[in-house]
């Protein structure tokens, strides 16, 4: 991605309060399901914690300390400034890297998570260079784009070829968590609320505002804002038609 393009998306999602879809309801009900202890201190880390509206959850329901990784450092330190102003629990520790070149030690955790980011690295992949970072009976709770069923609109399969050609079916994510060490402890798909009302309509009406801001100055709108803007209302149109087909799946797992 160009420079400008990313400086662009930043400018797009750094005020919204998350980066993808998601809910606080389910950050917990997945938390739950990893049958972590929440009285003892516990070594967390959170893989694409853009502005950290998991990870605020997270550190509010847990004790001990939060790793909070993301590519962008504005994000990281977004989320340093949201944190200042909350009660609590876990201590936040924020790390710009990419999730493929962590500064961690091996079995140094008790949980990894991740809402909707590995796709950056690619599922089965990020499963297999994370793991060992993971302690034994450590937890990893990771949300991921999974297809509902096998009988799909071949429009639909045609735009994640090219978008994220390793969306698979939830069995087959399954299927990758078990092949690599895993116990599945649970799965939930996120709910359609997480998508429309969490995650679009504040994105939408960012997309309009920043629209209505450049009109209102006489400032012609430059090609990369209407790319961005373009697709952005494409995937928010997408997912309005197909989301029967396709969601987010929370895998909730344990290394055995
Ligand atoms: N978990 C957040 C953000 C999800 S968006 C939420 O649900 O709101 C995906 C995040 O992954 C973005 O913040 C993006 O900056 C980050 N990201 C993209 N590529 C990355 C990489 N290689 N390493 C670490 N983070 C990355």
């Not at 201190?41 to 990784?69: F, N, P, R, W, Y």
């Not at 690295?121 to 990771?142: C, D, N, Q, R, S």
């Not at 939408?204 to 400032?219: A, I, P, W, Y």
């Not at 709108?221 to 987010?248: C, K, V």
Request: some cysteine; aromatic content about 10%; glycine content about 8%.
């Amino acid at each position: 991605m160009e420079q400008e393009e990313l400086q662009r998306l930043i400018e797009v999602f750094l005020p919204l309060k998350r980066q993808g879809p998601g809910s606080e309801i389910e950050t917990l009900m997945a938390l739950g399901l990893t049958g972590l202890d929440t009285s003892k201190e516990v070594q967390v880390l959170d893989i694409g914690s853009g502005t950290g509206v998991q990870t605020l959850t997270l550190a509010k329901a847990l004790k001990g300390t939060i790793h909070a990784v993301d590519l962008i450092p504005e994000f990281l330190d977004e989320l340093e400034k949201r944190s200042g102003g909350e009660d609590l629990s876990a201590t936040i520790q924020t790390h710009p890297c990419s999730m493929d070149a962590l500064p961690f030690s091996t079995n140094q955790f008790d949980l990894i998570w991740s809402e909707g980011a590995l796709y950056n690295m690619g599922f089965e992949a990020a499963i297999v260079y994370l793991t060992p970072f993971l302690k034994h009976g450590g937890a990893l709770a990771v949300s991921e784009l999974s297809w509902f069923t096998s009988n799909r609109p071949n429009a639909l399969d045609e735009h994640w070829a090219k978008e994220y050609p390793e969306v698979g079916l939830v069995s087959e994510k399954s299927t990758i968590l078990e092949a690599h060490g895993y116990a599945i402890k649970g799965y939930f798909p996120l709910a359609e609320s997480s998508w429309t009302e969490q995650y679009y309509a504040p994105l939408l009406q960012r997309c309009d505002e920043l629209e209505n801001q450049m009109v209102h100055s006489g400032q012609e709108i430059d090609p990369i804002t209407q790319h961005i803007l373009r697709e952005t209302r494409a995937e928010a149109e997408l997912y309005h038609t197909y989301s029967q087909y396709f969601g987010y799946g929370f895998y909730i797992a344990q290394k055995v």
